[in-house]
C-alpha cells in the first residue's frame, strides 16, 4: 500500500544534542510538510517543500532544519534540542501544487520525541 | 492572536448525530476548509472538505455559511470507533499571510 512512512516511532535524545527524524513516501508526491504536535494541541506546521522548493513558516524557530534529496525522503534536523522541543513531529505529503488547504494531506504516524 | 476555535470535548452516544463546529474569523478567501480525524499516536486522516454551502460524502457533512467565518462537521450516527479528536484546517491570513491552521481540536467521545 501507498503510504507515508516514519522512522523511528520514538527517538529520545539529550539537550542539545543534534537529532535528524525521517520521513519517506510512496505516493510520489509534490510536497512534503513537517509539523509539531505537543501533547493535547494542534499540529502546528514548521515548514513544507514543493518538490525541492523549501518554504518556512515565519515563526519557526532556526534551530529546525530540513532537507529533501528526492521526492521520496524528506528529513527534519534539530540543531540543538531543548526541553521545549519535546513533542510529536508528523510528516504530511499532498499531491498537489501550492501545499494550501485544498490539497488533502496523508500523514504519517508520527516520531514522539523525548528530549532528557 | 486570532486563532482557529472548537469546543474543547463533546460526549455523545452511539447512534446520534454528532455536530462540531469550528469558528475561522481570518480564513483566506479562495481556501477550502478541510476537516481531519486523529487517534491517539496517529496521524490526522482526511475526512472532508468543501468550499462553502453543504457538502456530504460516505461518512460526514460540512456546512459552511456564507461568509465562511465558521464551518460545521456533522457525523451521523456515531459509533464507539468515531472516539478521536476532530481538526478543522484553515489557512489563516492573520498577520498578512496565508498560513496552514488547525483548529484547537474537538475530543469527541462517545459511549454506549
Known amino acids: 500500500d501507498a503510504m507515508v512512512i516514519q522512522n523511528p516511532r520514538y527517538q529520545v535524545t539529550q539537550f542539545g544534542k543534534p537529532v535528524t527524524l525521517s520521513c519517506s513516501q510512496t505516493?510520489?508526491?509534490?510536497?512534503m510538510y513537517w509539523y509539531q504536535q505537543k501533547s493535547s494541541q494542534a499540529p502546528k506546521l514548521l515548514f513544507h517543500?514543493?518538490?525541492?522548493?523549501?518554504?518556512n513558516e515565519a515563526d519557526t524557530p532556526d534551530n529546525f532544519q530540513s532537507r529533501r534529496p528526492n521526492t521520496s525522503f524528506c528529513f527534519l534536523d534539530i540543531r540543538s534540542p531543548g526541553l521545549g522541543d519535546a513533542a510529536m513531529y508528523l510528516c504530511?505529503?499532498?499531491?498537489?501544487?501550492?501545499?494550501?488547504?485544498?490539497?488533502?494531506?496523508?500523514f504519517g504516524p508520527g516520531t514522539r520525541l523525548l528530549v532528557l | 492572536l486570532a486563532k482557529t476555535t472548537q469546543p474543547i470535548s463533546m460526549d455523545s452516544y452511539e447512534g446520534q448525530e454528532v455536530n462540531i463546529t469550528c469558528s475561522h474569523n481570518?480564513?483566506?478567501?479562495?481556501?477550502?476548509i478541510t476537516w481531519y480525524q486523529q487517534f491517539p499516536s496517529q496521524g490526522p486522516r482526511f475526512i472532508i472538505q468543501g468550499y462553502k454551502t453543504k457538502v456530504t460524502n460516505e461518512v460526514a457533512s460540512l456546512f459552511i455559511p456564507a461568509d465562511r467565518k465558521s464551518s460545521t462537521l456533522s457525523l451521523p450516527r456515531v459509533s464507539l470507533s468515531d472516539t478521536a479528536v476532530y481538526y478543522c484546517l484553515v489557512g489563516d491570513i492573520t498577520g498578512g499571510g496565508n498560513k496552514l491552521t488547525f483548529g484547537t481540536g474537538t475530543q469527541l467521545k462517545v459511549e454506549l
Open positions: 505516493l510520489n508526491h509534490n510536497v
Open positions: 504530511a505529503t499532498s499531491s498537489g501544487t501550492s501545499g494550501r488547504v485544498q490539497e488533502t494531506q496523508y
Open positions: 517543500y514543493y518538490d525541492k522548493d523549501f518554504n
Open positions: 481570518n480564513i483566506a478567501t479562495n481556501d477550502y
